[in-house]
């Protein structure tokens, strides 16, 4: 008995020093993956708010929303390859060969990884089927704000801004802002209204040398100050010129038309009431997100195995492209789903199917050793 107790203290002893070298791996290849997937995102958005399409204040909140979504897309493939990483450097320092040595195969590491196994089961669950829709939720709301703002609001001091819709189009300029005062200065603005059925169209230009955006009776206007307003071409027998000291200039008459909330951004509890093919994809997306970690994980240790000849990196790479075909297979079942009509989708358009077929490969891998042992002994009795 106290062999026993020494055996399982001594287990337990090496699933904390695997748990402790695949969280410290997980953290290093976490934040190298986050960083290059949230850099290139990040770069989209301030190219937007360079732009004048969205404004500069929200762009960190989009990106704060957006972290789930990264998360739950980063976290199976950090583990994955933390589990590559460290069990492929046990095998090359021939840590493995003395645990085999010690009765401990594949099935005990299996059971040393049932802890981190399920916490990133769980996280990625949390981020799929509930943060990850409200964050989708909030940004689309935040774009859509944003969309819905004036040209004048987005306004940068030395750029052009054009913003238009059906009706018209708007196009403003200020050479420099008052920042003691918070005052534009040199300012310019067309604005364009298309030609209808009521009458041709018109343009109206404004210079005026500063303006200063202000708040009246709950509607935002320009308070433009020592300008001059022109209205049609020049040589037109309408055209107009009119000298002012001060105008109002009423911001957000160019408003975007509100849009339905997109499928991704619904929560999953909803999508279980709804129908629809896209509904459909959505749901079997997010569950395979679920499936895919612990599925990989256990694929992983099989695939991690080497001999202290070959390098803890030698099947890193073919194990990370079996990786990327297996997501790559769900992203096109998910966008052939969302495309064919709900009334001709068929049995074979599912997720499922792709799940078996994985889950068979990882039994395969996990057997591979008495695989080649059955084929050799087969060889053996063929050729007698």
């Known amino acids: 008995m106290p062999g026993t107790e020494t055996g399982a203290g001594q287990v337990l002893i090496l699933y904390r020093y695997i748990n402790r070298q695949l969280l410290t791996t997980t953290i290093v290849v976490t934040i190298v993956l986050m960083m290059v997937l949230v850099s290139g995102r990040f770069i989209k958005y301030l ?27 980063i976290l ?36 040393g990884m049932a802890v981190p196994a399920a916490v990133t089961t769980f996280l990625v669950g949390l981020f799929g089927l509930y943060v990850t829709p409200y964050g989708e939720t909030e940004v689309a709301r935040l774009l859509e704000e944003q969309r819905g703002r004036s040209v004048l609001e987005l306004l940068t001091p030395g750029r052009f801004h054009s913003r238009g819709d059906k009706s ?3 196009t403003a300029y200020a050479e420099s802002l008052n920042r003691e005062e918070q005052a534009l200065e040199n300012i310019f603005i067309s604005d364009f209204r298309y030609a209808g059925e009521d009458g041709p169209g018109m343009l109206v230009t ?37 000298e002012f000291q001060e105008a109002m200039v009423k911001i957000g008459e160019e408003r975007a038309v509100s849009r339905p909330p997109k499928v991704r951004s619904l929560p999953t509890m909803e999508l279980l009431t709804m129908q629809g093919a896209d509904v459909r994809a959505e749901l079997q997306w997010r569950l395979s997100l679920v499936l895919l970690v612990p599925m990989m994980l256990i694929a992983a240790v099989p695939l991690a195995k080497v001999s202290p000849r070959q ?74």
């Open 47 to 73: 190219a937007s708010a360079a732009t004048g399409e969205i404004a500069a204040d929200v762009l960190f909140l989009v990106m704060l929303y957006r972290l789930p979504e990264f998360l739950q897309l």
């Open 76 to 111: 199976p493939l950090s583990v994955f390859i933390a589990v590559l990483l460290v069990l492929g450097r046990m095998y090359s320092d021939s840590e493995m060969a003395v645990l085999r040595s010690g009765g401990i195969g594949q099935s005990g590491i299996l059971r």
């Open 168 to 170: 018209g189009t708007r």
């Open 206 to 242: 404004v210079l005026a040398g500063r303006g200063q955006v202000v708040d009246r009776d709950g509607i935002t206007y320009l308070h433009l100050q020592q300008g001059h307003q022109y209205q049609g071409a020049p040589g037109d027998p309408d055209y107009r010129r009119v």
């Open 311 to 384: 390098g803890r990196f030698n099947r890193l790479f073919p194990a990370l492209l079996t990786y990327l075909f297996y997501v790559g297979l769900l992203l096109v079942m998910r966008s052939r789903i969302s495309k064919t009509p709900l009334d001709q989708l068929d049995w074979h358009h599912s997720m499922v199917w792709i799940h078996l077929v994985v889950l068979l490969l990882v039994v395969l891998l996990l057997n591979e050793h008495r695989l080649v042992l059955m084929l050799t002994d087969w060889r053996r009795r063929r050729t007698a």
